[in-house]
T-cell receptor, first 107, second 117 residues
Framework: GQSLEQPSEVTAVEGAIVQINCTYQ??????LSWYQQHDGGAPTFLSY????GLEETGRFSSFLSRSDSYGYLLLQELQMKDSASYFC????????FGTGTRLLVSP | NAGVMQNPRHLVRRRGQEARLRCSPM?????VYWYRQLPEEGLKFMVY????????ESGMPKERFSAEFPKEGPSILRIQQVVRGDSAAYFC???????????????FGAGSRLTVL
């Protein structure tokens, strides 16, 4: 089957760095995406890794290692507005989403 | 340049009624995806459509649920004889093309929240 596991919740303080992991038991996908979703809001695209390695987009970076069946999203210089749920998603013909991680940023 | 438009934003139905959820993709996008999200849970894939074609409906329940994306007009997700377990947020997303070069970045609508009494 296609399953992507994430920690259910992560807490951090403003200004800190946090890493949200995504481990998967699937294969044959094109790449790994990351989406952010605020409570009551729509998921919004953050980053995509087609190849192994690190992709950097401002304060957010994403990493993929197919050999380790593992990826992560790195958020730097955390802000209160980063409190949200974060989902990894494997791209086949469609996106298959992970279980999601709720990030709580405190002052 | 309007994004993905979904309506209604909120819909209340009694058990046994029908629910119709509409999705207009972004201008220039011809690929539409529907996802369901239960409270505090992730997004579950339901169906992937192109104009007049269902590409992948592996996530659709076998009964009561159907989807279409006609040549003209919005995509519609239809739920017949709703039950309480259908209460969820239904998100539509679109992309200009499919596969590795299109579906890697999906634009989501604000969602339709269905409540079944």
């Amino acid at each position: 089957g296609q399953s992507l596991e994430q920690p259910s919740e992560v807490t951090a303080v403003e200004g800190a760095i946090v890493q949200i992991n995504c481990t998967y038991q699937t294969s044959g996908f094109y790449g790994l995406s990351w989406y952010q979703q605020h409570d009551g809001g729509a998921p919004t695209f953050l980053s995509y890794n087609a190849l192994d390695g690190l992709e950097e987009t401002g304060r957010f970076s994403s990493f993929l290692s197919r050999s380790d069946s593992y990826g992560y999203l790195l958020l730097q210089e955390l802000q209160m507005k980063d409190s949200a749920s974060y989902f990894c998603a494997a791209l086949f013909q469609k996106l298959v989403f992970g279980t999601g991680t709720r990030l709580l940023v405190s002052p | 340049n309007a994004g993905v438009m979904q309506n209604p934003r909120h819909l209340v139905r009694r058990r046994g009624q029908e629910a119709r959820l509409r999705c207009s993709p972004m201008k220039g996008h011809s690929h539409v995806y529907w996802y369901r999200q239960l409270p505090e849970e992730g997004l579950k894939f339901m169906v992937y459509l192109q104009k007049e074609n269902i590409i992948d409906e592996s996530g659709m329940p076998k009964e009561r649920f159907s989807a279409e994306f006609p040549k003209e007009g919005p995509s519609i997700l239809r739920i017949q004889q709703v039950v309480r377990g259908d209460s969820a947020a239904y998100f539509c997303a679109s992309s200009p093309t499919g596969g590795a070069t299109g579906a890697n970045v999906l634009t989501f609508g604000a969602g339709s929240r269905l409540t079944v009494l």
